[in-house]
Every structure is written in structure tokens, then in C-alpha cells.
């Protein structure tokens, strides 16, 4: 991952226009020649329409192929459309993670019987009724597929809990209840257990579920050649499948085959304790430090710019942090809204592109549009990146020692003419620092790339600058 940056190519408010694939697939090179190494795309099979974004997965076997739901391509395109697209990102050396979602699925075909009885939704291990008979749709049977890539049948007692009882018309968080089942071990316990999310939640203590999720898991990555996965919601599943289904695949597709998951929690213990129950097999979205850089967008000059790395994943397991600044949950108008405010988003990219620790994860929302709005991020992201794959090499050397003004450098190294850097944050008024860049760089005379300073710093014999950075703003210094 030296210098590498995974790009989100997809924000939650897309056009259902089936474009997506043959857009990426045309901008290839483009993200080629800005420094993006991997590009992290949406669920790319069928959900319970081609409006849905991906996350109400229907049948994870129908990648834009068969026509189910009304539709054949998803929101997204077909899949000769998606295959078409993973060979033009690959011809241009970047991977391609495909988002996941095992945690459950929706639009089921038709409604079967089982007995099951509601629980507190504060507290999903405290029923509130007796079990009582319900009617839910849990009935899987792919009419317009078939059995072609496997003749599995989701029954309601391959699932732990479902939210609608269509006998009596209500809604609620619904247990089912046979011999042997219970909500799954190994979740984060908020809620008292954290198993169930949403729709119908897949049973991972099931070994035949197990198995055929196995199965999928070694026939998307083959089919489609996919570099990695994007685990959607892994605070809601049980642990132990996640590290045995990732072993699973990269039994068949090496012990490179990448995977990020989504622990969406604001607590970097939880976060040390998930890594270590999956014994490490996985990477984070470094949700602590996304939600920093949120409170400092929020809270302005009276945030301590000290802290912003306080509590991160990125300074306790840095390499096993994805960064990242907002995404499709962050964005306004999202379940999780959280965004970073516009006039701090510069610096946040700044710090996450440009820090020697992490993998940076570029939101597709930041950079292009959201809703056909025109993000007025592009032209510093492209100075970044450009400052990433040019500069951002070598010892880093942290400044973090002033409430309002803080930032850090990079040496750079030989073999990389020109590298190094300087990097000063401010959330109040105009500030300077000095900066030690390493006496290899003594004589030289560095600018701010960003434009907002037009002083010119040399740097004296002992590798040492006075560097400088307007009120509110961030300043990158290279030679």
C-alpha cells in the first residue's frame, strides 16, 4: 500500500440510470494518473430494485444478469457491463474491492410461517411477548435465475430475526425461535446484542448458510476477479465467520486478497477488540478518526487541534487503518450524517494524503458530486494527490503542539528527487511554525503548493524552515 489511495467511487444519492460501471470503466485512466491505486465499489448484485443502492441485497448471485425485481442490470449497470469495467481499472494497475453485504437480505420472494416473539429494541435479549406464530417473508427462491451458480434456498430457519409480521400487519425486531437458535455471539453489544439490523437477518451460527456464503464468497471473487471486499456492517455479525470466511477466500485467492470492514463505532477499544477476535484478518475505517475531524469542523477555533489524533485507529494500528474524511453514511441527509464542514475538508485530506501512516480512502462525493452538485473540492484534492505521489515519502516528524495550529513533515528520500514536505493545519488565526525537514534539504527553497502562502522558505544547514499558514486554512510546503 506504499503511497496507495483506495477511491469510494459511488455517493449515496446516485442517478438510477444504470451508468456507474461504464463511467468508471471510461475513467480509468484518469484515476490511474492522479495517484488512485484501488477503487472500493458498491454492492454490485441485485437488490429489491435497480433504485436500490445495494444495501437491501437480494440475490447475491445476480450481478446485473437475470431479470429479477423487475429489472435486469442493477442501479448500477449489467454484469458484462461490471466485468468490462474490472478489466479496464486492472489495465490500469488499480484493484478493485467490491462492497459486501452478508449481514441480510431483503425483497424476499414469498411468505412462509415460523414461530417467533418480539424483543425490546433497546435490548434484543429481552423478549416482550410470548413466541407466537407469525407469517414473514423469508422465502428465497430466485424464479428468474434458477439454480444456475448454485441451487441454494433461503427458508426462514436460515435466518435469526426478521421486522415485519405480515398476519397481523406490524412491525417490530422479531426473534425467530426454533431448537438451537439465538442471536449471534461475537457482535458489539450495544442493544444488548447488536445481531440484528435490519430486514431479514442472515443466521451466521447456520452451517449450511456458512457453507453457501463460502461458496459465494470463492465464486464472486473467481468470476469477477475482484481484488478485495468492503465487509458492509461487521459490528452486526458474528466474528468468528468473518475471520473463517476470509480465510476461506484467501485460501483460493491468496493471502493478498484485501478486505476493509465497516465497524461503524466512535471507540478505538471496541475497535482493538474487534481486530484482535478476527485475529487481524481484516483492515478498518477509522471511524475515530473520521468523527475528530468532524468535531473540529463543528466546534472551529475552539477545538484543541492537539487531539486530532487522539483515541484514532491510525495512531494505535496504522497498519490497519483506512482513513477517511466522510462517506456515504457521513454524508447529509444519511443515517449516520456526520459530515465534515466544507471549510475544513481541505485540511482533513491534507492530514489523511499526506501523513506517513494509513490508507487513505478518497470519497467519490468530495471529489466529483453528490446529488449533481459539483463537489468545490476537486482542485485541492488534485493538489494533494498530486503532493502525495511526489512528496509524501520519508520520516515524519509531528508539530502537534498548539491549539490552533499544528501540522507535520516528511523528510522524503533519495531515490525520490524533490520529495518531502511540510504540513500546517490552522482552525484560528494565522499562524507559523518551525519546521526540521531534514538536513538534506538545507539550501533549498520550498512554496506552498495550496496557493494560500506566497512567501518563499529557505531552509537553513540544519534542515530547519519558518513556515507559515493562513487563519483557518492549511498550507503544503515542497521544495
Known sequence: MKNGVMMQYFEWNLPNDGTLWKKIKDDAQHLHDIGVTAIWIPPAYKGCGN???????????????????????????????????????????????MDTVLNHKAGADHLETCMARLVDPDNRDEPICEPYEIECWTGFDFPGRGNTYSDFKWHWYHFSGTDYNERDKKTGI???????????????????????????????NHPDVIAELKHWGRWVAEEMDID????????????????????DLRAVRGDDFYAVGEYWVDDIETLESYLANVGYATDLFDVCLHY???????????????????????????????????????????????????????????????????????????????????????????????????????????????????????????????????????????????????????????HDVTGNR??????????????????????????
Not at 77 to 92: P, R, V, Y
Not at 194 to 199: A, G, N, P, R, S
Not at 378 to 398: M, N, P, S, W
Not at 454 to 478: L, P, Y
Open 292 to 446: 475528530n475531524l468532524s468535531c473540529a469542523s463543528k466546534e472551529g477555533g475552539d477545538y484543541d487541534l492537539r487531539k486530532l489524533l487522539d483515541g484514532t485507529l491510525v495512531l494505535r494500528h496504522p497498519e490497519l487503518a483506512v482513513t477517511f474524511v466522510d462517506n456515504h453514511d457521513s454524508q447529509a441527509g444519511s443515517s449516520l450524517e456526520s459530515q465534515v464542514e466544507d471549510w475544513f475538508k481541505p485540511s482533513a485530506y491534507a492530514l489523511i494524503l499526506l501523513m506517513e501512516k494509513g490508507y487513505p480512502c478518497l470519497f467519490y462525493g468530495d471529489y466529483y458530486e453528490t446529488s449533481g452538485n459539483a463537489s468545490p473540492h476537486r482542485d485541492i484534492i488534485d493538489i494533494l494527490l498530486d503532493v502525495r505521489k511526489r512528496c509524501a515519502y520519508g520520516e515524519q516528524t509531528d508539530y502537534f503542539d498548539h491549539p490552533c495550529t499544528v501540522g507535520f513533515t516528511r523528510h522524503g528520500v533519495e531515490k525520490m528527487p524533490g520529495s518531502g514536505l511540510a504540513l500546517l493545519i490552522s482552525n484560528g488565526d494565522e499562524g507559523e511554525k518551525l519546521m526540521n525537514v531534514g538536513v538534506g534539504h538545507a539550501g533549498e527553497i520550498w
Open 454 to 479: 506566497t512567501e518563499e522558505v529557505t531552509i537553513d544547514n540544519d534542515g530547519n524552515g519558518r513556515f507559515f499558514v493562513s487563519g483557518g486554512k492549511m498550507a503544503v510546503w515542497t521544495p
Open 51 to 97: 433504485d436500490d443502492v445495494g444495501y437491501g441485497t437480494y440475490d447475491l448471485y445476480d450481478l446485473g444478469e437475470f431479470d429479477q425485481k423487475g429489472t435486469v442490470r442493477t442501479k448500477y449497470g449489467t454484469k458484462q457491463e461490471l466485468k468490462e469495467m474490472i478489466d479496464a481499472l486492472h489495465a490500469c494497475d488499480i484493484s478493485v474491492y
Open 174 to 204: 422479531y426473534q425467530i425461535v426454533s431448537e438451537g437458535k439465538a442471536w449471534s455471539m461475537g457482535v458489539d453489544n450495544e442493544n444488548g446484542n447488536y445481531d440484528y439490523l435490519m430486514f431479514s437477518d442472515i443466521d451466521l
Open 228 to 247: 478485495g471486499m468492503r465487509l458492509d456492517a461487521v459490528k452486526h455479525m458474528n466474528d468468528e465467520f468473518i475471520k473463517d470466511f476470509l480465510a
